[in-house]
């Protein structure tokens, strides 16, 4: 069982790690904290559990004293880092859905280096002690050594606030507004007549233009299609949703829905004057075919962004109260499997270690060592959990395998 668990972590943080290196629509900001988090998390199963796999096994410490401190020095490192690494994912979301664009805009590369920098800094800051004499002596056994971690009760209280209570604390509190914040959407979204998609059209006319990212930075300013931008970033909360690109200064007042095409580079939006839809590849060829020859087409260059405009029936309009519901429960669900997972997984070991320290117990071995291998499972479900529902995380692992 062990075995499996550090072949899940190695594997799938790896596959995350590899897949946002390599794949162009995975390089956002946004997924940079999900590679930090696949980063610790691979390193707890590459150096962390096979020292304590042989620890837990042979039931005393072979390796000596200096390696059993950078050891468990290293341990509580990664751990920490996994965990603010979460909590700086959480706060990451938040930002973008309560502040989207004044957010996206300060969200720079410099930032997001700082950002995690200061998680590695402050998981260091919370390992360094022991190694500076902030410990107790290491027991031993019959004569045997062992490796525990610090039972200096000043030391445990200041890593276990440090490492998870206040993380959690703050993690709670996000995810709650988050919480908040996608139903208030939904709710509004039920007011909104044209914010879904709808299913088919009739006619049609195509209009171009370049760069509207870039347009959207130099206006300062919402277009009524902007909100979408917000809702991505909740559709990137639940990573169930596809990405959106807001299109300022446009008279459309309906939702825009985009996805990258890998092979064409071309991100492709089909607009309507109830909703958006999603273009297929063969779709998105085809526009491209018929403005090949047109002069806008060529003024505009490469990277050329396609609106189709069409106009439907109501009767082809999905329900919109359905679909609002539909994508509160997503969130909803999702954010449950996000807290459950992190809290289940690591809340038994720190209030065991924190109480037992205080306290001056011992908890039985058998508990202690099901809880604390519990905490690594953590490290193999982040990268399930985070990337596993969404569809370019996917798509590029199965380019990978």
Same mark, same amino acid.
């Given at each position: 069982i062990v075995t499996?668990? &550090?072949?899940?972590?190695?594997?799938?943080?790896?596959?995350?790690?590899?897949?946002?290196?390599?794949?162009?629509?995975?390089?956002?900001?946004?997924?940079?904290?999900?590679?930090?988090?696949?980063?610790s998390d691979l390193f707890v199963g590459l150096l962390i559990m096979p020292?304590?796999?042989?620890?837990?096994? &042979?039931? /005393?410490? /072979?390796?000596? $004293?200096?390696? =059993?401190?950078?050891?468990?020095?290293?341990?509580?490192?990664? =751990?920490?880092? %996994?965990?603010?690494?979460? =909590?700086?994912?959480? *706060? @990451?979301? /938040?930002?973008?859905? $309560?502040?989207?664009?004044?957010?996206?805009?300060?969200?720079?590369k410099t930032r997001a280096i700082v950002m995690i920098t200061l998680v590695w800094l402050l998981s260091m800051i919370l390992c360094f002690p022991p190694l500076a004499g902030w410990k107790r002596p290491q027991p031993s056994i019959h004569g045997?050594? *062992? =490796?525990?971690? %610090?039972?200096?009760?000043?030391?445990?209280? /200041?890593s276990t606030v440090g490492s998870f209570y206040i993380p959690l604390i703050v993690m709670i509190l996000v995810y709650f507004k988050i919480f908040l914040a996608a139903r208030e959407r939904a709710r509004r979204n039920l007011k909104k007549p044209n914010a879904l998609p709808p299913t088919n059209g009739k006619s049609s006319s195509t209009t171009s233009f370049s760069n509207p990212s870039r347009?959207?930075? @130099?206006?300062?300013? *919402?277009?009524? $299609?902007?909100?979408?931008?917000?809702?991505?970033? &909740?559709?990137?909360? @639940? $990573?169930?949703?596809?990405?959106?690109?807001?299109?300022?200064?446009?008279?459309?007042?309906?939702?825009v829905e985009s996805t990258t095409d890998p092979e064409m580079g071309y991100k492709m939006i089909s607009v309507t004057n109830h909703g958006a839809k999603l273009l297929t590849h063969d779709e998105q060829r085809k526009l491209l075919s018929e403005d090949t020859d047109s002069d806008a087409h060529k003024s505009l260059g490469d990277k050329t962004k396609h609106i189709h405009f069409s106009e439907e029936t109501d009767s082809d309009s999905l329900s919109i109260k359905h679909i609002a519901r539909a994508r509160e429960r997503r969130a909803t669900i999702v954010l449950g499997i996000i807290m459950a997972t992190f809290i289940g997984c690591w809340l038994p070991f720190f209030s065991i270690y924190l109480i037992a320290s205080l306290a001056k117990l011992k908890a039985p071995d058998s508990v202690f060592a099901v809880i604390f291998w519990l905490g690594y499972v953590n490290s193999a479900l982040n990268p399930i959990i985070y990337t596993i529902f969404n569809?370019?995380?996917?798509?590029?692992f199965k380019k990978i395998i």
């Open positions: 499996g668990i &550090m072949l899940v972590i190695v594997i799938g943080n790896g596959l995350v790690v590899i897949a946002i290196a390599k794949d162009r629509q995975l390089k956002g900001l946004q997924n940079w904290f999900i590679a930090s988090l696949a980063v020292l304590s796999l042989a620890n837990e096994l &042979m039931g /005393y410490w /072979y390796f000596g $004293t200096v390696l =059993c401190e950078l050891w468990l020095a290293t341990d509580v490192l990664l =751990c920490t880092a %996994s965990i603010l690494n979460l =909590c700086l994912i959480s *706060l @990451d979301r /938040y930002w973008s859905i $309560t502040r989207a664009i004044s957010y996206v805009r300060q969200r720079t045997l050594p *062992l =490796c525990v971690l %610090s039972k200096e009760p000043g030391y445990v209280v /200041y347009q959207m930075e @130099d206006h300062g300013k *919402l277009s009524p $299609t902007a909100e979408m931008n917000s809702d991505d970033e &909740m559709s990137q909360m @639940d $990573t169930m949703m596809p990405d959106t690109t807001a299109v300022p200064d446009t008279e459309v007042t309906s939702g569809q370019d995380f996917r798509k590029a």
